[in-house]
C-alpha cells in the first residue's frame, strides 16, 4: 500500500485495498470503479436499521435476499468430504427476521475455523445474511450464503465500529459484496484528507448545502436519516447543477449559432390549405399552431414537444407548420418510425392537400408544393425520383423513414424536422436528420405519450411542451379492462366471444402479440421486464404468443369462419401494404399483429383490441396501441390479457393502464417503473440511468432550482471563473463521450 499522505481521489483504487487483490479487481471489473474519487462517488442505494430485524414477506425461491436476522442457533456438524475423502466441516445457522426464519450452511475446511465461525454466529448475535433463497423440507434456506455480524465478538473486519445505527447497502454485482465496499470505503474516507469542492463557500451558503467532505462522511457512514437526507440532498444538487450547466450553455451556443427565422412570407401556401379546410380547428390546435408559428420565426432554432391524445389532431398542426415552412422557401421533413406509417402519412397528407399538393404537375395549384416519400423498400428509379425532387427543392414536404437519415439524401433547405412518435428513433438518428440542415432547423416533436427519456429532458428543460387537450368530434373513449388468466384462466374464451360479438356488430378487432413466430420479437422492441430492489430479474420465464402461431390457431378454433390477417415486421413491405389495405376497406373481420400497428394505423371501423401477454408491453407503448380503437365515433374496447400476478408489479402497471387516459400521468408511471433513459446519452430506455443521484420525478424542484442557479451563474460569470472546480466538472461532462447528444433529442 502507498504511504497515507499520497491517496488522493486520483489515486488508483488498489490504494485502499492492499493485498486483497481479488476484491480489488471484482471492484474494478464488476463495478467499474478504478479511482479512491470514484469509490467515494459510489453510493449507497438504501440503508437497513442495524438495530431492527428485517421486514420480510414471503421470499421468491431462487432470488437474492438480504435480510437483517438474529441467529437463534449455531452448530458445527462435520461430515467426510467425498472429493478429498478427508474431514470437513460446516457450521449450520438457523435465524429469525420479522417474517420467515432461514437456515444456512457455511462450509469450512478445518475444526478451528468451523469453531470461529461459530463464535462469530453465537445466538443472540445480529448480522446480514446474503444468498438465494431456496425452499427445503417446507422451510426456507439461503444457499451460498455469505454474512456480516454487526454484534458479538466477530467483529468483522472494525466493520461493527463503524456502524453507528445504519447499515449502507451499496449496488454490486455477484462477485462483490456490499460489506466489501464498505470497508473500503470507510478506509478511503479516513486516509483520504482533501477532497476539492465544487461549490465555492457562497454558493453553498446561499443553496444551504454541506461541504463535501462532511456530505461524504454521512452519506457512507451516518448517524440517522437526517444525516441521509442533507448529505443526498448536497449530491443530487450537485449532479443537477452540473448537468444543466452544460445544457444551458449548449442552447447559448445555439442560440449564438443561430437558425434562419421561417416567417411564412414568401408563399399562400398555407392561408390556401387553412381556406379549404373542411372544419374548424380546435381551440387547442389554434392556439398551438401560434405559438409554434411565433417560434417559427425567431432567428434560432424552435426544440418543442407537441403531446395530445391518440387522434387529438397533432399531424393536422405538424403539417401547418410544415405550410409556413414552405411559404418561408425552405423545406420540412416528417420523419415516420416505420413503412406503414411514413405510407400513410404521405397518403392521409397528399389527399389533405388535394391540388396544394401538385407543385410542378398539371393541375396543381398556383400555390401547390411537391410532395416527396422516401422508403427503404423503393425501387431504386423510384428512389432516385425522389431524391432528385428532395435535392433541388421541388418537393417542399418530404416524408419518409430511416432512409431519410442516409448519407446520399440531401436537402436544398431543410428548415424543419417533424418527429412522430419519437420513442421509435434513437437520439442519434434524429441528430443525423438535423445535420442535413445548412443551419440548426426547427425541431417538432409529436407523441402521444412521451417515454422516460423525453419526460427526462422536459424537466430539465430541453423541450419547450404544448399540449392538445381536447379531442376533435367524432373520437369516442375507450374502455380498457385487465383480463387476469392467473386468477381466472376460463376468461380466455369469453376474450375471443367478445372478438366474434365486434365482428357480429359489422366492426374489426386487432389482436396483438409480441412475437413474430416462436421467440422472435419485432424488430428493435425489447420486453418490459421486472427487476426487484436487489436486481433480480422477476419476469416469469413463459413462452409468449406469436403472430404466426396464433392466426393459425383462431382460424382453427375460436375464430373459425371470420376474415383473418397477420401483420409483421418480417413480412415483404408490399405484404404488409396489401394487408393493411384489406384491413382499412373492411376486407379482414381481424387482423393479428405485432406492434407494427402502434403508431399511426387508422381504420375507423376498428373498435376494439386485444393485448395477449400484455404485461410485456411498457406503459406508454400499451397507451399508444389501444389508441388504435375508437378512432369514428363508436365506442373502443381494449383488453389486456395477462398471465401476470395479483399484486405483481407487471399487474400494478396494467391496471394503471386501465385506469387512465391521461398521457403524461402514464409517462410518469412509466418513467417510475423504468427508471430514466440516458439524459445525456444514446439510450432510451432501460434500467442504468447515466444519473448516479437524481430521480427526475422525485427531484423535480431540485432540477428546477438547479436550472433557474445554472441561468444566473452563467448571466454573471459565463467562463465561470469564480468556480474553476465546477468549470471543471462542467468541462469532463461535456467533452465525455455522451454530452453529444445533449441537444439533438
Not at 442457533?73 to 420479522?98: A, D, G, H
Not at 472494525?158 to 447499515?167: D, H, I, T
Not at 479516513?190 to 477532497?195: A, E, I, Y
Not at 430511416?402 to 417533424?418: C, I, P, R
Amino acid at each position: 500500500m502507498r504511504p497515507l499522505s499520497a491517496i488522493t481521489p486520483d489515486s488508483p483504487v488498489a490504494s485502499v485495498f492492499g493485498r486483497a487483490t481479488k476484491k480489488r479487481d471484482a471492484v474494478i471489473n464488476g463495478l467499474g470503479i478504478e479511482t479512491v474519487g470514484d469509490l467515494l462517488s459510489h453510493f449507497p442505494r438504501r440503508y437497513v436499521e442495524t438495530s431492527e430485524l428485517s421486514e420480510l414477506d414471503a421470499p421468491v425461491e431462487g432470488q437474492v435476499v438480504s435480510v437483517v436476522g438474529e441467529v437463534t442457533s449455531s452448530e458445527v456438524r462435520s461430515f467426510k468430504n467425498r472429493r478429498t475423502n478427508k474431514l470437513s466441516y460446516r457450521v449450520e445457522v438457523r435465524i429469525k427476521t420479522n417474517g420467515p426464519g432461514f437456515t444456512m450452511s457455511f462450509f469450512v475446511p478445518w475444526k478451528a475455523q468451523a469453531d470461529k465461525e461459530q463464535h462469530r454466529m453465537a445466538p443472540g448475535n445480529r448480522g446480514m445474511f446474503t444468498g438465494k433463497a431456496q425452499r427445503f423440507n417446507q422451510a426456507w434456506q439461503i444457499a451460498s450464503p455469505h454474512s456480516v455480524m454487526f454484534t458479538g465478538n466477530g467483529d468483522d473486519d472494525g466493520l461493527a465500529a463503524s456502524l453507528k445505527g445504519l447499515l449502507p447497502i451499496y449496488p454490486v454485482t455477484a462477485t462483490v459484496y456490499s460489506w466489501d465496499v464498505q470497508k473500503a470505503v470507510q478506509l478511503a474516507l479516513d486516509l483520504v484528507s482533501d477532497v476539492p469542492d465544487l461549490f465555492p463557500e457562497e454558493l453553498r451558503e446561499r443553496y444551504s448545502l454541506l461541504d463535501v467532505s462532511t456530505a461524504l462522511r454521512w452519506i457512507h457512514a451516518p448517524d440517522d436519516y437526517r444525516q441521509v437526507g442533507a448529505a443526498q440532498k448536497r449530491f443530487r444538487f450537485e449532479e443537477a447543477l452540473v448537468t444543466q450547466l452544460v445544457l444551458a450553455r449548449r442552447r447559448r451556443e445555439l442560440r449564438e449559432q443561430g437558425g434562419q427565422a421561417r416567417t411564412g412570407d414568401q408563399g399562400g401556401l398555407l392561408a390556401a390549405f387553412d381556406t379549404r379546410l373542411p372544419f374548424e380547428l380546435t381551440t387547442g390546435q389554434r392556439e398551438i399552431g401560434a405559438v409554434i408559428e411565433q417560434e417559427l420565426a425567431r432567428p434560432h432554432p424552435m426544440n418543442r414537444l407537441l403531446q395530445g391524445e391518440v387522434g387529438s389532431g397533432k399531424t393536422l398542426v405538424a403539417v401547418r407548420a410544415m405550410l409556413r415552412t414552405v411559404d418561408s422557401g425552405g423545406q420540412a421533413a416528417l420523419l415516420a418510425p416505420t413503412e406503414v406509417l411514413a405510407q400513410q402519412h404521405h397518403r392521409s397528407i397528399t389527399a389533405m392537400l388535394g391540388d396544394l399538393a401538385g407543385g410542378g404537375m398539371l393541375g396543381g395549384a398556383a400555390e401547390a408544393t411537391a410532395v416527396a416519400l422516401l422508403t427503404g423498400s423503393m425501387s431504386k428509379a423510384q428512389r432516385q425520383e425522389s431524391l432528385l425532387r428532395i435535392a433541388s427543392g421541388e418537393a417542399g414536404l418530404v416524408i419518409g423513414t430511416h432512409a431519410l437519415l442516409e448519407q446520399n439524401v440531401s436537402f436544398a433547405d431543410l428548415g424543419l424536422v417533424v418527429v412522430d412518435e419519437q420513442h421509435r428513433f434513437g437520439v442519434e438518428q434524429r441528430a443525423a436528420l438535423t445535420d442535413k440542415a445548412g443551419s440548426p432547423p426547427h425541431v417538432l416533436v409529436m407523441t402521444a405519450t412521451p417515454i422516460p427519456r423525453t419526460v427526462a429532458m422536459t424537466v430539465f428543460g430541453d423541450l419547450e411542451i404544448s399540449t392538445l387537450a381536447e379531442l376533435p368530434a367524432g373520437r369516442a373513449p375507450i374502455q380498457t379492462n385487465v383480463v387476469p388468466l392467473a386468477d381466472q384462466p376460463h376468461w380466455i374464451d369469453r376474450v375471443w366471444e367478445r372478438v366474434r360479438e365486434e365482428v357480429g356488430k359489422g366492426h374489426q378487432v386487432y389482436v396483438v402479440c409480441p412475437r413474430i413466430t416462436g421467440d422472435e420479437p419485432e424488430e428493435g422492441e425489447v420486453d418490459q421486464r421486472d427487476i426487484d430492489d436487489e436486481g433480480n430479474d422477476t419476469t416469469p420465464q413463459v413462452s409468449l404468443n406469436a403472430v404466426e402461431e396464433l392466426h393459425a390457431e383462431l382460424g382453427r378454433g375460436p375464430l373459425a369462419g371470420l376474415r383473418l390477417g397477420v401483420l409483421h415486421g418480417r413480412l415483404p413491405p408490399d405484404e404488409k401494404d396489401r394487408t393493411m389495405r384489406a384491413f382499412a376497406a373492411g376486407d379482414l373481420d381481424v387482423l393479428v399483429s405485432t406492434t407494427v400497428i402502434e403508431v399511426g394505423v387508422d381504420v375507423a371501423n376498428a373498435t376494439a383490441m386485444v393485448l395477449l401477454d400484455a404485461e410485456r408491453f411498457g406503459v406508454s407503448q400499451l397507451h399508444q396501441l389501444r389508441g388504435r380503437v375508437g378512432r369514428g365515433g363508436l365506442p373502443g374496447l381494449c383488453l389486456l390479457v395477462t398471465r401476470s400476478e395479483a399484486g405483481s408489479p407487471a399487474r400494478e402497471r396494467l391496471d394503471a393502464v386501465a385506469a387512465s387516459t391521461d398521457g403524461f400521468e402514464l409517462s410518469r408511471i412509466d418513467l417510475d417503473q423504468r427508471r430514466e433513459g440516458d439524459v445525456l446519452g444514446k439510450s432510451q430506455s432501460g434500467f442504468r440511468s447515466s444519473l448516479q443521484n437524481l430521480r427526475v420525478l422525485r427531484d423535480e424542484k431540485t432540477i428546477v432550482t438547479a436550472r433557474e442557479a445554472a441561468e444566473a451563474l452563467l448571466d454573471r460569470d459565463p467562463a465561470l471563473a469564480r468556480a474553476p472546480r465546477l468549470a471543471e466538472a462542467v468541462a469532463r461532462m461535456e467533452q465525455s463521450r455522451q454530452s453529444g447528444f445533449m441537444e439533438k433529442a
